[in-house]
């Protein structure tokens, strides 16, 4: 199936796009993962504010239309199913998207603010396998995972902040326009990520 996966910073698009791509067997296409693994590409012949993602990113804004639109158009070419996850955040980006591919589902995982902020502060990620751990509700059990643990430069309070506000401004539009076409499905991204695996597996399987 073609996924997509919308949600404020920290509804844990991230935890379930994984287990999505796993049990699917599709492509996990992440405009963030793929920027942080991009962080100093020089972007400055896009006639851009800043010369590299880094600058927004750490600042919690977002990263020009058109450098993140060549990745999505890129990383979709080759994929058979995937589920997209960070793309589209604004009304224009989703325009696009509509040129490039149609979608199956289109999900969205909702959670409340003060949860979002917690969640944030207290995730920590694995740099040598990329898995995304939480101090108190997802601890690893490897001490030696534990260890090496290592933080998000946009972790912190407040980047966390801006991100919500960019959030609310540009990517709340986004959520709007797919309640408008008819085609979004809500799930309740408060519960444990267990509970809300179950729930995503069951609307995908109900809309495809
Ligand atoms: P991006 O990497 O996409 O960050 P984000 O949208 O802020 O989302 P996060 O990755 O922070 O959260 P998530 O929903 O994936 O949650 P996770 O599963 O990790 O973007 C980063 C930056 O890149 C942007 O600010 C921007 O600068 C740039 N960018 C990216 N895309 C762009 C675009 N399209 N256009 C322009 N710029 C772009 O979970 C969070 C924590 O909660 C973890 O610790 C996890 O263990 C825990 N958790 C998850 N689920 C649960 C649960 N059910 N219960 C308890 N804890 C949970
Ligand atoms: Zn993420």
Redo the contacts with the bound molecule.
């Keep these: 199936p073609r996924i997509l996966i919308l949600?404020?910073?920290?509804?844990?698009?991230?935890?379930?796009?994984a287990r999505m791509a796993d049990h699917f067997d599709i492509e996990h296409v992440?405009?963030?993962?793929a920027?942080?693994a991009n962080k100093d590409m020089d972007i400055s012949d896009m006639d851009t504010e800043y010369d590299t993602?880094r600058e927004?990113?750490d600042q919690?804004?977002?990263?020009?239309?058109a450098v993140?639109n060549a990745i999505?158009e890129e990383a979709l070419s080759q994929a058979g199913g995937f589920v997209l996850?960070?793309?589209?955040?604004?009304l224009e980006?989703a325009e696009e998207l509509e040129d490039m591919t149609d979608l199956d589902v289109v999900l969205q995982?909702e959670v409340g603010e003060g949860e979002l902020v917690h969640?944030?502060t207290?995730?920590?990620m694995d740099p040598e396998t990329g898995d995304?751990?939480?101090l108190e509700?997802?601890p690893p059990e490897d001490e030696d995972v534990e260890e090496r643990l290592v933080q998000?430069d946009?972790?912190t309070e407040e980047t966390v902040k801006e991100?919500l506000r960019?959030?609310r401004e540009s990517t709340e539009p986004v959520i709007e326009h797919y309640e408008e076409e008819g085609v979004l499905e809500v799930v309740d991204?408060?519960?444990?990520?267990g509970?809300?695996w179950a729930d995503v597996k069951a609307t995908i399987e109900d809309t495809v």
Excluded: C, F, W
């Excluded at 992440?30 to 993962?33: A, H, K, N, Q, V």
């Excluded at 996850?85 to 604004?90: A, E, S, T, V």
């Design positions: 949600g404020a910073p920290g509804a844990g698009k991230g935890t379930q796009s992440t405009t963030g993962d920027l942080r993602p927004y990113m919690g804004e977002l990263v020009p239309d993140v999505v996850d960070g793309y589209p955040r604004n980006q995982l969640r944030l207290g995730r920590r995304i751990y939480h509700y997802n998000r946009d972790d991100r960019v959030y991204g408060e519960q444990s990520p509970e809300v």
